[in-house]
């Protein structure tokens, strides 16, 4: 059973980038697949970007395309979300999700969860 850690949130000016991290344990996260999604205050989780063990396919959802990108470094157990140009409306708690070896658009079916990491972007 895989444990997962972010990392990387805080506060940050609009217009700046972060960089999130999945640090993994317990498991190797090369047999899964890893979610980021996002939930603000209010309003539901969302998925933004999962990318799949099976081929390394990356998935965004169409709100976040070209400013989010994710990675993954097998060797270092981590996956990553890098965000760029960020917007006040990025404020929210990012959660990282896996499951098994293919990404999809059920959050439901994801098995072990983060406890998040915050982020605010505000002048």
């Known amino acids: 059973q895989v444990q997962l850690v972010e990392s990387g949130g805080g506060l940050v000016q609009p217009g700046g980038s972060l960089r999130l991290s999945c640090a993994a344990s317990?498991?190797?996260?090369?047999?899964?697949?890893i979610g980021w999604f996002r939930q603000a205050p209010g309003k539901e989780r969302e998925g933004l970007s999962c990318?799949?063990?099976?081929?390394?396919?990356?998935y965004y959802a169409d709100s976040v395309k070209g400013r989010f990108t994710i990675s993954r470094d097998n060797s270092l157990n981590t996956v990553y979300l890098q965000i760029d140009s960020l917007k006040p409306e990025d404020t929210a708690v990012y959660y990282c999700?896996?499951?098994?070896?293919?990404?999809?658009?059920?959050?439901?079916?994801?098995?072990?969860w983060g406890q998040g990491t915050q982020v605010t972007v505000s002048s």
């Open positions: 999700a896996g499951r098994g070896y293919y990404c999809t658009g059920s959050q439901s079916s994801y098995n072990y």
């Open positions: 317990g498991s190797s996260l090369q047999v899964y697949a």
């Open positions: 990318i799949s063990n099976s081929d390394g396919a990356r």
